[in-house]
Structures are given as C-alpha cells and as structure tokens.
C-alpha cells in the first residue's frame, strides 16, 4: 500500500541553523501539507500546498518557514533559523484529488533544537 | 471560533470490551470529521471519517456517530484489543473561504487496553 514517507526520522539542530525536512508524498496525490506536534500536545496545522503553491497557511508559519516541491515526487519544509520552541515532530501529509479528501500521514521527522 | 476538543483525555478498557471516544466541535460549517490514531513515534493514522450528510458509518470494528445538533462527534470500538492502544484524535475540516483542507484536531484521547 502506498504511503507518504518523510526522512530524516530525527534531525538535531543547533539554535539558529536551517533545517530542511523532506517527503514524499504518495504519487498522484495533488494536495500536501505539514503539520507538527509539540511533546504531548495536539496536532497542529502549519501549511497547505496545491498546484506549485501555498493554499493555506497557519499563523504559526511565519517568515522562518517556507515550503518547495523541488521536483515531481519530494515536498520540503525548510526552517530557515531554528528556535528551541521549534523543537516538535512534523508531520507531511497528502491528499488525493481535493481538499477535503483524506489525508495521510507520514511517519514524521522529530526535530531537536538544542 | 474553529475548535475541537474532547471530553476525556484518557479510557481504560479490558480487552473484548467496546471502547467510546468522545469528541465535541464548534464549528457549525464543519462538513468532514476524520478519526485518527496515533501510537507511539508514529505519524496519525486514518481510521474512519463521516462527512456532514451522515450521522452514522460503520468500517470494520469501528463506528463513528455524528450529532450535528450538539456538534457530537463519537468513536466506538468495538471488542477492543491491546493493539488497539493508542492515542485518538479527532480532526475536522470545513470547505469554502480560505480553508484548503487544513484539518483542525483535537486534544487527543489516549486509550489503553487491558489484557
């Protein structure tokens, strides 16, 4: 069964680094997303991406974040100066046809900022 | 205001007994509920959604209920097993305006079963 995949599983930062997470989503699935999740909290939104474009994006995906699909099948999520507050699991998700498809999930990248 | 919350952070069920997660939305143009589970160091998983036209659908083991009248959205296991362990959440979506998918999701539910 296909499945969106995400590397690395862990990436360790130091404050003010740039780090880039990366997936792929499932293939010819047209709508994409990140999500993270803080320790012990609920998922939350950060970004939508659909037809080589941000759709949506959440008040946490300030200036430090951006996202790129580089080529047909990798979807990025690039930090460009970390925080310690950044430290979280992000997950990438996809979608098949429309918005309001189901989305799946990838294993997600901890990410920790030191 | 978008928000979806839970009733109870955690249920403690003995293996074969039928399991109910609750979840409460405010958003009354909320049109698609997804349930999802999550266990340890691993990503959401879907397990059942309803859209907004249905009050009832059934997948193999599950049952998700939809009361659109007190914005109720329930999960209910049945013959719980010890896999059946994790962390379960609740996430809606609405369509139209500026909303492209972004699901909204709850506190999460842990659910442990018993042996």
């Known amino acids: 069964e296909p499945e969106v995949t995400q590397t690395p599983s862990h990436q360790v930062t130091q404050m003010g680094q740039e780090v880039i997470l990366r997936c792929v989503p499932i293939s010819n699935h047209l709508y994409f997303y990140w999500y993270r999740q803080i320790l012990g909290q609920k998922v939350e939104f950060l970004v939508s991406f659909y037809n080589n474009e941000i759709s949506e994006k959440s008040e946490i995906f300030d200036d430090q974040f951006s996202v790129e699909r580089p080529d047909g099948s990798n979807f990025t999520l690039k930090i460009r100066s970390t925080k310690l507050e950044d430290s979280a699991m992000y997950f990438c998700?996809?979608?098949?046809?429309?918005?309001?498809?189901?989305?799946?999930f990838g294993p997600g990248t901890r990410l920790t900022v030191l | 205001g978008e928000s979806v919350g839970l009733h109870l952070p955690t249920l403690s069920v003995q293996e074969g007994d039928n399991s109910i997660i609750n979840c409460a939305y405010s958003n009354s143009a909320s049109d698609y509920f997804i349930w999802y589970k999550q266990e340890s160091g691993k990503g959401p998983q879907f397990i059942i959604d309803?859209?907004?036209?249905?009050d009832k659908r059934q997948g193999q083991r599950v049952t998700v209920l939809l009361n659109k009248t007190v914005k109720h959205l329930s999960l209910q296991i049945a013959a719980t097993q010890p896999g059946d362990s994790a962390v379960y959440f609740c996430a809606e979506t609405f369509p139209g305006g500026t909303s492209y998918g972004k699901l909204t999701f709850g506190q999460g539910t842990i659910l442990t079963v018993h042996p």
């Open positions: 309803i859209r907004s036209n249905m």
């Open positions: 998700a996809s979608s098949p046809r429309t918005s309001t498809d189901t989305q799946y």
